[in-house]
């Protein structure tokens, strides 16, 4: 049981972070391409039509910022999952080193060492997908750090 909730969490938040790209973004981006490769353009443009009334209505950290945090969420609660649930220095690496970049990434640009604008959402964003995986699942989670 322990593992499966964090495979639920991560299914969860990778397909609500997904949807809200495909409902709400840009047709520009690449992923329209390939859904049009594979012959699917036209039931997710039906969708999209369905759902294009809604997307003035919602707030933009939800359109723009909160897909990334929940990447981030799914990737650690994945991570956590393949690991068998345990937070140690063999892992720590794997765990960490996506939520890592995403957040000094944010942080560069601020000083203008990767182009892009810095938003404080987004790096909010970052934070919350990384930290609430070990909230949430706090009791499924074994810590086996080495304390030094």
């Not at 969490?9 to 390939?34: D, E, K, N």
């Not at 987004?122 to 609430?132: Q, S």
């Amino acid at each position: 049981m322990k593992t499966k909730k964090l495979l639920i969490g991560h299914i969860a938040s990778l397909c609500i972070g997904s949807l809200i790209y495909i409902l709400f973004r840009s047709t520009h981006l690449r992923m329209f391409v390939w859904f049009e490769r594979i012959n699917i353009s036209s039931v997710i443009n039906n969708v999209r039509n369905f759902t294009s009334a809604y997307s003035d209505n919602l707030p933009t950290f939800i359109l723009y910022s909160l897909p990334d945090g929940l990447w981030l969420f799914s990737y650690i609660s994945l991570i956590l999952y393949l690991w068998k649930n345990e937070l140690k220095n063999e892992n720590f690496f794997w765990v960490f080193s996506i939520p890592f970049i995403s957040i000094f990434s944010e942080l560069s640009q601020i000083i203008k060492i990767i182009p892009g604008t810095f938003d404080i959402i987004d790096l909010l964003m970052y934070l919350l997908g990384t930290i609430l995986p070990f909230i949430i699942y706090k009791k499924s989670i074994t810590n086996n750090l080495l304390h030094l």
